[in-house]
């Protein structure tokens, strides 16, 4: 058994008897064997001691016991923090629409059926106004939400401050 496990124990073992402890002592026996007791022990060498501090008396409810607003928190910071979650939130989604936009404006660098002409003697073609019109639909598109992610970075600095 390690030594943490050995405190946790030996914490768990006496309850509340170790409330009203202060010293507890580290010793380890003849075969090796590390113990913990609030006494002395015969027989064992003594290896540390700790010193406990009582722990402070917990302001949470008892279980069951809705919790209890406190005076520092109020409805500022419930507000403030609804912002940030939603500007958190339009933040994310912002993102992932440039993202589909750059996608979507990738795949349309391939021009689709119909949009190439053949020139005259068949060796090369050129592409189409609607080609090109499609082209400049993706381009706004990508613009558009760059434009809405940088918004909501802006929203989101404001929430912030």
Same mark, same amino acid.
């Given at each position: 058994?390690?030594?943490?496990?050995?405190?946790?124990?030996? =914490?768990?073992?006496?309850? *509340? *008897? @170790? %409330? %009203?402890?202060?010293?507890?002592?580290?010793?380890?026996?003849?075969?090796?064997?590390?113990?913990?007791? /609030?006494?002395?022990?015969?027989?064992?060498?003594? =290896?540390?001691?700790?010193? @406990?501090?009582?722990?402070?008396?917990?302001?949470?409810?008892?279980?069951?016991?809705?919790?209890?607003?406190?005076? %520092?928190? !109020?409805?500022?910071?419930? *507000?403030?923090?609804?912002?940030? $979650?939603?500007? /958190?939130?339009?933040?994310?989604?912002?993102?992932?629409?440039?993202?589909?936009?750059? $996608?979507?404006? &990738?795949?349309?660098?391939?021009?689709?059926?119909?949009?190439? @002409?053949?020139?005259?003697?068949?060796?090369? *073609?050129?592409?189409?106004?609607?080609?090109?019109?499609? &082209?400049?639909?993706?381009?706004?598109?990508? !613009?558009?939400?760059?434009?809405?992610?940088? $918004? %909501?970075?802006?929203?989101?600095?404001?929430?912030?401050?």
């Amino acid at each position: 058994m390690t030594a943490i496990k050995g405190i946790v124990a030996f =914490i768990l073992a006496t309850g *509340s *008897s @170790l %409330a %009203a402890a202060e010293t507890v002592y580290k010793y380890q026996r003849p075969d090796g064997k590390v113990i913990y007791s /609030d006494s002395p022990v015969k027989g064992a060498k003594l =290896i540390g001691q700790f010193e @406990l501090v009582p722990a402070p008396a917990s302001a949470a409810p008892a279980r069951g016991e809705p919790p209890r607003p406190s005076a %520092a928190t !109020d409805d500022g910071a419930d *507000s403030r923090a609804r912002a940030l $979650e939603a500007a /958190d939130a339009r933040l994310k989604a912002a993102d992932q629409a440039l993202k589909d936009a750059q $996608e979507r404006q &990738q795949q349309a660098v391939e021009p689709r059926p119909g949009e190439r @002409l053949a020139n005259t003697g068949g060796a090369t *073609s050129r592409l189409t106004p609607e080609y090109f019109a499609r &082209q400049r639909a993706a381009e706004e598109e990508v !613009d558009a939400a760059r434009s809405e992610l940088d $918004e %909501a970075y802006r929203a989101r600095n404001q929430a912030r401050e």
